[in-house]
């Protein structure tokens, strides 16, 4: 990374904002954004993301980003986890343990289908326009 | 085989009572009688925050919102929304007769806006790229290629933003003073000594999207002519002080940070500061005595840093969540942000939502939305089907809302009209087995802690003011203690030298003022109606219901729980240390308190 001038930041950002757009369009991915802020580590958030990864590889799915956030602001049920998968809503687990990771790569993430009493409501719906 | 639509069905414990499972059991039956098992996939879910109108059900994708829904609506349901694909409108949520059924547009989706929170719990904080991408460092663009220092100020002032850290300082008028001053060096600080019990929105923030205050604080440098800046945090804030660091070193390598920022000749560069967490070092002065290296102590205002600050020169120092705010007002346009809030408190506020509360958890809610929304529909009311008592707003510094207050618009001046104060946002939640004594107790005993004893109506104000609630607590305490405490309390007010002292009676004072009967029990009676004081309470088993199944024995930490198996059991008072835990155990209801 070198500095960057006011065109190169611009440019960037375009950048990002497509490779961003394209992966919603092209349906490939699947992005799993789990709750990393001291909250979320506190309640196991560390262990949700090692079963995450194990059981990856065990189904053998090379196509899911795994990727850490701060608090989302579902305290009560954290562990949370968010799961973007082409075709589903995007969901919202909480009260995930390395079991309930499991089952949200096998049951949701393989087979489509969503992970039983672990689904929460977003805190609020996002007021920043993309 | 793809499952076409997705049937949520809120579990919460509310709607679990109000027959969610009910529903769930007829939408299944319905799916398989109707033949359309295989299309559709119902889900129990958590608890959706919105409890008065529940029970909730949603279809996806179609974002069909269902309220009050009962067991004999899932034929329709199953019939019309997922057969037909037409939405069931009796059961639609509406507002004000209006047909929208939209999340988005519901009212109670509306109830919490994200501004200063709008990346946390989605980007990744240690990803410059991410935050770019969600339009970071725009604001620091228009700041530094299309703004005068003055438009700045004018966007700020325009936003209506008030400083976050509890006293809802006007941020754009503290801005021009430095902006204003003749000086070979001014500072920016930024005040990340979160210390209130039961606030963490800035560590969130901080942990989250450390970029949004990185940015903002360039953005002042450049606004006021600073080229140095420190982040004040408290070390127990590890993560978050390891992704600011991180945040940093991404910055200065991109070059948004550092000398020669983006290729202008502006340079500005920051420092953290680490803080032994003393709750007074949140005080401005006090904590800018810390940074220079000082034992932490407020000294009297004016001179404001404002003018006179880091090492005497001119300094700009703002909380975590002021800053959070910026970078978006400067990139949207103060008009843009001023459209949020009330008239004289815009934009949003994030709380710590906390203790006797369902859905506990980090909120931003617009300013003036009430008290009742927040505890209710967001945070889905009290669990337990206890009754609400209060809550507690801005921490030590703050006082008691009752039931009476709970329609009372939240913003800075509202508050401060019933005794409260916003403070920085903690939000305490409290029910019927909070005493109120006891709650008080505990804010004074942190104010004895944590004062710094350099001025005297503080240092001996709240151990005095302490030991007089200690003595009521225990049942000692006589009728003119509550006169003295209100005098105290005034003259603390008035003669203490910084905010902490200003504020300590706060809690004491709104408790006097709405529990006064509560107090009055402890005084006369000698009585705890919530069983919280310890001296005031005995616990005793009921011979009739125990049935001698030993977990109280087991539980009681000092082992004065006696009784054979299948015998009703005996409590030694002399050893008992009234902590609960035989009451709490108890599954039968033997454990009396009195």
């Known amino acids: 990374m070198s500095k960057m001038t006011l065109e190169e930041l611009r440019k960037l950002r375009e950048a990002k904002k497509q490779e961003a757009a394209q992966r919603d369009t092209e349906g490939k991915d699947t992005l799993v954004i789990v709750g ?87 805190p609020a719906a996002d007021i920043i326009e993309q | 085989m793809a499952v076409k639509n997705y049937v949520l ?102 109830k919490q806006e994200r501004i200063v929170l709008r990346n946390c719990g989605l980007i990744d904080p240690e990803s410059i790229d991410e935050y770019i991408a969600r339009d970071g460092y725009m604001g620091l663009e228009k700041a530094l290629f299309e703004l005068t220092p003055e438009q700045i100020l004018d966007e700020l002032n325009k936003s209506g933003l008030r400083g976050r850290g509890g006293a809802g300082f006007p941020t754009g008028l503290k801005w021009s003073f430095t902006q204003r001053i003749e000086s070979d060096q001014k500072y920016v600080v930024c005040n990340a000594d979160e210390g209130d019990p039961g606030a963490y929105m800035d560590r969130a923030t901080l ?27 408290r070390a127990e804030y590890p993560l978050a002080i390891k992704r600011l660091e991180i945040a940093m070193d991404q910055a200065r390598e991109r070059g948004l940070l550092g000398d020669n920022i983006l290729g202008t000749d502006f340079s500005f560069d920051l420092e953290i500061r680490l803080g ?38 001119p300094t700009v120092i703002n909380n975590v969540e002021t800053y959070a705010n910026i970078p978006v007002i400067i ?60 809550v507690q707003t801005g921490g030590p510094s703050g006082g008691v809302l009752t039931e009476d207050f709970l329609d009372t618009p939240i913003d800075f001046d509202s508050l401060i009209s019933v005794g409260s104060m916003m403070g920085s946002g903690g939000m305490i939640v409290m029910d019927e087995d909070d005493c109120m004594v006891d709650v008080a107790k505990f804010y004074l005993d942190f104010c004895v802690e944590e004062s710094c004893g350099k001025c005297a109506p503080c240092r001996i104000g709240t151990k005095k003011l302490y030991e007089i609630l200690d003595k009521i607590s225990k049942g000692k305490g006589d009728i003119e203690d509550l006169q003295k405490m209100k005098d105290m309390g005034q003259a603390m007010k008035k003669a203490s030298l910084c905010g902490l002292g200003q504020t300590a009676p706060n809690p004491v004072l709104s408790v006097l003022n709405a529990f006064e009967d509560e107090v009055l029990e402890h ?8 069983g919280k004081c310890k001296d005031l309470v005995q616990y005793s088993i009921d011979e009739s219901k125990c049935i001698g199944c030993t977990v109280c024995a087991r539980k009681c930490p000092v082992n004065c729980i006696t009784g054979d198996r299948k015998v009703a059991h005996v409590i030694d008072q002399s050893r008992c240390v009234k902590c609960g835990a035989c009451y709490d155990s108890c599954k039968f209801g033997a454990v009396l308190v009195s």
């Open chain 1, 36 to 122: 990393m802020g001291t909250c979320g580590i506190a309640a196991g958030a560390k262990d949700v993301v090692d079963a995450l990864l194990d059981e990856l590889k065990k189904v053998g799915n090379e196509n899911v980003i795994i990727r850490q956030a701060g608090c989302m602001g579902l305290c009560h049920v954290e562990p949370t986890v968010e799961v973007r998968s082409p075709g589903i809503p995007n969901t919202i687990y909480g009260n995930v343990d390395a079991e309930v990771a499991r089952k949200i790569v096998r049951q949701h993430i393989v087979d489509g289908r969503l992970v039983n009493k672990h689904v929460y409501d977003k």
């Open chain 2, 9 to 110: 069905v809120c579990g919460g414990s509310a709607c679990e009572s109000a027959k969610g499972n009910d529903i769930y059991k007829s939408l299944l039956h319905q799916a398989e009688v109707q033949g359309v098992s295989n299309d559709l996939q119902i889900v129990k879910t958590g608890c959706f925050g919105f409890c008065e109108k529940g029970p909730i059900v949603k279809v996806l994708p179609d974002e069909a919102f269902y309220v009050e829904v009962k067991p004999d609506d899932a034929e329709e349901i199953i019939s019309e929304n997922i057969v037909k694909g037409r939405m069931v409108d009796r059961l639609l949520y509406k507002e004000e007769g209006k047909k929208d059924f939209k999340p988005e547009n519901i009212k109670f989706y509306q």
């Open chain 2, 207 to 233: 942990e989250g999207d450390p970029h949004s205050v990185i940015e903002a604080m360039t953005i002042a440098g450049k606004c006021v002519g600073a080229d140095k800046g420190a982040i004040y945090i």
């Open chain 2, 276 to 313: 032994a967490g003393a709750f007074v070092c949140g005080e401005e002065t006090a904590l800018l005595a810390s940074i220079e290296g000082k034992r932490g102590m407020p000294i009297p205002k004016p001179p404001f840093p404002a003018a006179k600050g880091l090492f005497g020169k």
């Open chain 2, 331 to 390: 990139s949207k346009g103060g008009d843009w942000f001023a459209q949020f809030g009330t008239e004289k408190s815009k934009g949003t506020k994030v709380f710590a939502l906390t203790g006797k509360i369902k859905n506990s958890g980090l909120i931003e809610v617009p300013m003036g939305i009430t008290l009742r929304e927040i505890v209710f529909d967001i945070g889905g009311g009290i669990p337990g089907g206890k009754k609400f008592k209060a």
């Open chain 2, 523 to 530: 005084i006369h009676n000698g009585k705890c109606r919530a």
